[in-house]
C-alpha cells in the first residue's frame, strides 16, 4: 500500500505565495447560515437557503436564480447543462429539473434520492427500500428508463441493505458508493454501466470501512477510509495502481471531497490544535497544490464544498463580522 504524504511547511509556503483569487456572495436571508452544494464548470453555484429551504443557483457576474424549488436535506447536485437534482420538500421525492423548466419527478416514490448527475443528463441515486429493507441503486436516463442494481443480502430477517445517499458518476455512466447491509459494514461499490457489473468490495487495503465519493472521466477514485483507531484518512485509486493513501503529516483525520478531470483532488486535513480545525487543500500528484482560505475570515470557518474541472472551489465562510457567505475560489493560471 502506497502511502502520499504531503508537509505541512510546503503547504504554508503555497498558500503564501500564490495569488489566489476569491469571489464572494450572499447565501441565506437571515445572513448567519446558508448551504453551497456544488460549481459547474462554467462557474455556476448551486444551493440551499437554509431559512425557507429553497435551493438557488448563482451565476458569474452576481446573476441569481433564487427558490427554484424547495428541497429537504438531501443532497443536491447540478451538471453542466445547469440541470438540478435532489429531493423535495416537504414530498421527499426525488426529481430532475431542466434548466427554467418545471420540476419533474422521477417516480420511484417517497424517500428516493437523486444524489449525482453527469453531463449527459443521466441521474444516478438509491430507490427507498422494498418491504424486506432492501435498498437499489439506480442510474436513470429521463430520456429512456432505470436501470435498478440490487446488492447481495443477508437471509430474513436480517435482509436490509443501506446504500450512501453520497456517490459519485461520471460522463463513461460510472457510479461509486458505499454500501452496508446486515453482515457486511460500509463497504464500498464501483458499478460499470457497460459491461453491468458491480464491484461491491471496491475497499482500501486494511480498512474497516470504505467510503467512495467521487469518480472522473479518467476512471479516477477518491474517498475515505476508517481504520481500526477510528481515524479517518483519504485515498486515491486507477485500474493501473490500485489503491492509495492521502494523508497529511501531523493531522488528526483526512478526508476527501472530490477530484475533477485534471486530476486535481479537493481534501480537508484536520490538525491537532484545541479546538481542532480542518484546513482545505488542492492536491495534484500527492502534493498539496493550493490552500483554501477566504481572507479576513474567522479562523477554521472556510469550508470547501466541490471543485469543478476548471479547478474552481465553492463553499462557505464567515466573516469577522459573524456573516456567513459563499466563495468561489478560482487558482492562478
Not at 94 to 105: G, M, N, R, S
Not at 150 to 166: C, E, L, N, Q, R
Not at 173 to 183: A, L, T
Not at 286 to 307: D, E, L, R, W, Y
Given at each position: ?11 504554508a ?10 469571489t ?11 448551504n ?12 440551499r ?9 448563482i ?22 447543462a445547469?440541470t ?9 421525492q ?12 422521477i417516480?420511484?416514490?417517497?424517500g ?14 438509491v430507490?427507498?427500500p ?10 436513470y436516463?429521463p ?24 456517490m459519485?458518476l461520471?460522463?463513461l ?11 457486511t459494514p ?5 458499478y460499470?454501466?457497460?459491461s ?46 490500485g489503491?492509495s493513501d492521502?494523508?497529511?503529516a ?10 475533477n478531470n ?21 492536491i ?28 474552481q ?5 464567515t ?15
Open positions: 500500500m502506497k502511502t502520499l504524504t504531503m508537509l505541512l511547511a510546503l503547504l509556503a503555497i498558500g503564501a505565495g500564490a495569488q489566489n483569487k476569491y464572494t456572495f450572499e447565501v441565506g436571508p437571515n445572513a448567519t447560515s446558508g453551497v452544494s456544488t460549481i459547474n464548470d462554467s462557474g455556476q453555484v448551486l444551493g437557503w437554509a431559512g425557507n429551504s429553497k435551493a438557488y443557483v451565476s458569474p457576474g452576481g446573476i441569481w436564480t433564487k427558490n427554484i424549488v424547495t428541497v429537504n436535506g438531501a443532497p443536491l447536485a447540478m451538471n453542466n445547469t438540478i437534482v435532489g429531493a423535495q420538500s416537504p414530498s421527499n426525488a426529481f430532475y429539473k431542466l434548466w427554467e423548466q418545471p420540476v419533474q419527478q417516480g420511484l416514490g417517497n428516493t434520492s437523486a444524489s449525482a448527475i453527469n453531463t449527459a443528463g443521466y441521474i444516478a441515486g430507490a427507498p422494498s418491504q424486506f429493507g432492501l435498498e437499489e441503486l439506480y442510474l436516463d430520456n429512456s428508463s432505470f436501470v435498478h442494481i440490487a446488492f447481495p443480502h443477508d437471509k430474513w430477517p436480517h435482509t436490509f441493505v443501506a446504500i450512501s445517499g453520497t459519485g461520471n460522463n455512466n460510472q457510479i461509486v458508493g458505499s454500501w452496508e447491509n446486515y453482515s460500509w463497504s464500498g461499490f464501483l460499470d454501466s457497460k453491468k457489473q458491480l464491484n461491491t468490495s471496491f475497499n482500501m487495503p486494511g480498512a474497516v470501512t470504505t467510503y467512495p465519493i467521487s469518480i472522473n472521466d479518467n476512471q479516477e477514485v477518491v474517498g475515505n477510509w476508517v481504520d481500526a483507531n477510528n481515524v479517518y484518512h483519504g485515498f486515491y485509486w486507477n485500474s493501473t495502481a489503491f492521502i494523508d497529511v501531523g493531522d488528526t483525520s483526512m478526508f476527501l471531497i472530490g477530484i485534471q486530476s486535481v483532488i479537493l481534501g480537508a486535513w484536520v490538525d491537532d490544535n484545541t479546538p481542532k480545525l480542518a484546513h482545505y487543500v488542492t495534484v500528484g500527492g502534493h498539496p497544490a493550493a490552500s483554501i482560505n477566504v481572507p479576513k475570515s474567522q479562523a477554521g470557518s472556510t469550508v470547501a464544498a466541490a471543485i469543478n474541472n476548471v479547478g472551489v465553492t463553499g462557505t465562510y466573516t469577522q463580522e459573524g456573516v456567513v457567505r459563499g466563495f468561489i475560489y478560482t487558482p492562478p493560471k
